[in-house]
């Protein structure tokens, strides 16, 4: 069965400084992949996503993220965070023969001055 | 504008006392789905539907129902609400056929289940 972990369900960077957030999948299949923002009192939006193809994918705001099938991760980053960047973000797996999406735990990115 | 809207946004309550959560959306999605978010186990699946009186069960769907007669809305409905299931929920749609597509998302309806 598929699954998503988030290392870290709470992750606190200074602003400016690189953001990373992990995200590991198990699947008998390379998965789709997807990484979402939720705001406050919001729902969630895609931050961008992996199909196939080029395996660094670039997304809104500045964040990226690399698909490493020898790794089974899918982390995301960010150069340079800012304050608007603090939210929960969710990875999540989409296995292409079902239509059913996993998503991971979360982790909450806090953004110090 | 393409959009997932929820009602309420927000519902206090008792238990046991029948309620409804309304989701539609805008787009033509055949694809849509309920889901429950709590903290620490991100956001399990309830129920979903591929198409108009299609539906299916996700992880976690006990104590729920939903229906889907038309294209466009897919109501949610708790026949007797428990304290277990106070939660906060959102309703997603996307188009079938291209299972790639991500989820287009409502912005949650708080239950709380007193």
């Known amino acids: 069965a598929q699954s998503v972990t988030q290392l870290g369900s709470h992750v606190s960077v200074s602003e400016g400084a690189l953001v990373l957030l992990r995200c590991n999948y198990s699947s008998s299949v390379p998965p789709y992949l997807f990484w979402y923002v939720q705001y406050p009192n919001q729902g969630l939006q895609l931050l961008l996503k992996y199909t196939t193809g080029a395996t660094l994918v670039k997304g809104i705001n500045g964040f990226e993220a690399e698909f490493k099938k020898s790794e089974t991760s899918f982390h995301l980053t960010k150069p340079s965070a800012h304050m608007s960047d603090a939210a929960e973000y969710f990875c999540?797996?989409?296995?292409?023969?079902?239509?059913?999406?996993?998503f991971g735990p979360g982790t909450s990115l806090s953004v110090i001055p | 504008e393409a959009q997932v809207t929820q009602n309420p946004r927000y519902l206090i309550t008792v238990t046991g006392k029948k309620l409804t959560v309304t989701c539609s959306q805008n787009m033509n999605h055949e694809y849509m789905s309920w889901y429950r978010q709590d903290p620490g186990l991100g956001l399990r699946q309830i129920y979903y539907s591929m198409n108009v009186e299609v539906t299916d069960k996700g992880d976690v769907p006990e104590g729920y129902k939903v229906s889907r007669k038309e294209k466009r809305n897919f109501p949610l409905i708790l026949e007797s609400p428990s304290p277990n299931q106070t939660s906060l929920y959102f309703c997603?749609?996307?188009?079938?056929?291209?299972?790639?597509?991500?989820?287009?998302f409502g912005d949650g309806t708080r239950l709380s289940i007193l």
């Open positions: 999540a797996s989409l296995e292409s023969s079902y239509d059913k999406v996993i």
């Open positions: 997603a749609s996307s188009l079938r056929g291209q299972s790639n597509q991500p989820q287009h």
